[in-house]
């Protein structure tokens, strides 16, 4: 019900019921008699999909003798209707993958859905409207299901049977009638045209089993076996009922994975065991290929790599075991188009094998595929070397999202490292509209977590009961921050908040004086140029202890935005009692450096606020001088690299910032970039590191870079404040840059900071969004003239609230609209 002095309608709500948003009002529960049933009273859910209507049978196929035996089945149930259609809705959960067809027509747009969660903890599931699907008569359903990860064994993962399926079918007809079907054994099962389907190594489909109609109603189940007998011995058998993974149903609230984009073909190489193509971008998705002149039987196989050999081979030794190959057996039936269903792969190269006739470049299409979020952010600059990287940046990131933010998309691994993801999440937070897809992340977190508060390294993970590296676990309790910042909705920080607070007690307990003890870490300053291996000389401890200090202070940040004084202020106390037991244990004031004085070991310190306020400029300095002996080049790896290059551009050397960052020769990012990049390796030297069985060149970690971008080129810095109330835009006009913008779609519109150099001067052009304010920093302006649309800058200006002079800066506080300052 609306609040009072509002118009508003009350709205029963029943099981299935669509949702139904009311702006500006407090919704109420109330009965018959008008009182508020809802008020003071915890929310649960009953009489829901995810309780009482479910059918509570599951299906695989039931025509095989043994779970395992039947990794892609097809599932059908023909059912008549006695009325007219006045609303349908369909919801459908599947573990591994699953596609939903009625009366012969693919519903929904997702491809490898749904997203992958612990199942035993939680499954989730998809609701469509097929009001306009269904009509009086004879209808059908169908269902084609795929291995996933529920039947899928790896280093992280334990398989846990043969794909299955739950589904409910809720009609309401014009007369008020309703009727609901669900899965069970009236349902009818059989083999499909897909013989093989692993995420690792791809699929084997035989275009000879397909069965034409197989969705549709009207099917003779009793005589249908496929295009050819031979290659199709069954026919539709009885549905088995099996028992589900135990995990609760919830529906899926991210975008679905879906293509959002394609990519053609060069045909670089005519082999003897096939042709080379190159479609120009390391992507991840899937090759689709039309096949002409082929006979019945002839065998198609299409393998994908990121690199090729010296000797114009692909490369593949990187990829481990995951075999990345798709093979398609023809039915020579005229022209045939292929693509995978249940499979992806990362890759920038492929070989298609066996193709009949000549193989030409339109034949071919590279599709990337991914979860489906909107683009959020956009960057740019007069530096092209820097564009490519934000552009290599954009694709490692999109290509890294499969319903969880994966380390890589192409090796036997593709998991949810959490040192990997926290590194990135801001990026990808400039970049996209990716705050529902952490989110269900952070869910993963609540189902992985152990009762002692901790959380594994890698998530999801059947595979491991021991605590994270505490340097890495850190996406417990930031990226729920660092969502709350870009997004301005604390709801994620409530839903989180006991889970936060146990993972923070957790490691508060185990540093005891406050120091977390090297014994807890296990990867440092991950690949490190100056440390190859990833591990040698890393000072466990201070990292530890540095990053402990991060997240409990963090928490007593969400406490405060809660209103959890309390908690606020305990936190706050343990954070400071960390912090000086950090700089006991590792700060030398005689040499003014922390621990072993490596570019990690002064940037983290500087970059989280652990240097004692009297020391941090000659910290900062020390830490330059470093750089600068090191010939302008950054010596760190995935921990370090971060904090180094925010560090010096916030302590007055952003220069020198912008020269590491835009550093053309090894290691760095333009050096990738140089050297045929379209994505950000793994290694700094991933050139030099091919065939080494760990030399991904799609890795998520250094796409952190695509941050600096956004806030120290462009500008645009979100603070602890969210963006839907204050930000602060002041970018750093660095030596070698002639103009840089950037732009980031909020909540409440467009947020945009874009600065030129003149002649004696430079523009900004500001964009703050509505209900919201800006402190705009303006560099080199404390002696010159400067304008706001031409008048002189004043507090009279409208939007301007005040004026002030700070060293050489000016700085400027604004409401919502459009600036354009000039400072000559």
Known sequence: MATPGLDGAG??????????CFALAALAVRDGDGTDLAAGSDVAASSTVETDTWGRDHLVNGVAESEMASSSPLLRREFTLDGSVESARLHVAAVGYGEVYCNGERVGSGRLDPAWTDYERRVLYASHDVSDRLSEGENALGLWLGRGWFAKRSAHWLADGSPRARATLTVEFADGRTRTLSTGPDWLAAESPLVENDIYDGEAYDARRERDGWHAPGLDADTDAGADGDATPDAWDAAAVVDGPGGTLEPQRIEPMGVVDTFDAEVVAEREDGQILDFGQNLTGWVELAIEGAEAGDEITIRHAEALTEDGALSTTDLRSADATDTYVASGDGVETYEPRFTYHGFRYAQVSGYPGELDADDVTAKAVHTAMDRRGEFACSNEDLNQVQHNAVWG????????????????????????????????????????????????????????????????????????????????VMIPWYCYRHDGDVGILREQYEGMRAYVDYWLDAAGDGVLAGEYGK??????????????????????????????????????????????????????SVAESF??????PEAGEFGPGTQSSFSVPLFLGLVPEEEVEAVAENLAEKVRADGGKLRTGFLGTRPLIHTLADHGYADLAYEVVSQPEQPGWV??????????????????????????????????????????????????????????????????????????????????????????????????????????????????????????????????????REGDSVVVEVGSGEYEFRVV
């Not at 998309?409 to 970049?431: C, K, M, V, Y």
């Not at 999801?460 to 994270?468: G, L, N, V």
């Not at 050096?671 to 998520?700: C, K």
């Not at 600096?708 to 002041?730: K, M």
Request: proline fraction near 5%; include cysteine; hydrophobic fraction near 35%.
């Open 671 to 804: 050096y990738m970039a140089r050297n045929g990049a379209t994505t950000m390796w793994e290694r700094w030297n991933s050139d030099e590191s091919v065939g080494s069985g760990m030399n991904s060149l799609n890795h998520s970690p250094f796409t952190h870079v695509s941050e600096f971008l956004y806030e120290v080129l462009a500008g645009i810095r979100i603070g602890d404040c969210p963006v839907t109330e204050h930000v602060t835009v002041a970018p750093a006009l660095v030596d070698g840059l002639d103009w840089a913008e950037g732009r980031v779609e909020t909540p409440n519109g467009p947020l945009e900071s874009a600065w030129e150099r003149t002649d004696g001067g430079y523009d900004l052009s500001v964009t703050v969004p509505w209900n919201g304010t800006a402190t705009v920093r303006l560099p080199e302006a404390a002696d010159a003239e400067v304008t706001e649309s031409g008048a002189e800058l004043s507090a009279d200006v409208s939007g301007i609230r005040s004026v002030d």
């Open 583 to 588: 700089v006991d244990r590792f700060f030398d």
């Open 523 to 576: 990867y440092g300053d991950w690949l490190a140029f100056e440390n190859t291996d990833g591990r040698r000389g890393l000072p466990h401890d201070l990292y530890n202890t540095a990053f402990l200090y991060q997240v409990t202070d963090t928490f007593a940040k969400i406490a405060a935005v809660l209103g959890n004084e309390a908690d606020a202020e305990r936190y706050r106390d343990r954070a400071e």
């Open 397 to 476: 990131l999109r290509g890294n999202t499969h319903s969880i933010p994966e380390d890589c998309p192409q090796r036997d691994e593709r998991f949810g490292w959490t040192g990997d993801a926290h590194i990135s999440t801001r990026a990808l937070l400039f970049n996209f509209d990716a705050v529902r897809f952490d989110e269900k992340w952070l869910r993963d977190h609540d189902d992985a977590a152990s009762a002692m508060g901790y959380v594994p390294d890698v998530i999801p993970d059947k595979s491991s009961e021991d605590p994270a590296d505490p340097t890495w676990s850190i996406t417990r």
């Open 11 to 20: 709205r029963r709500i029943e099981s299935h019921d669509e949702w139904a």
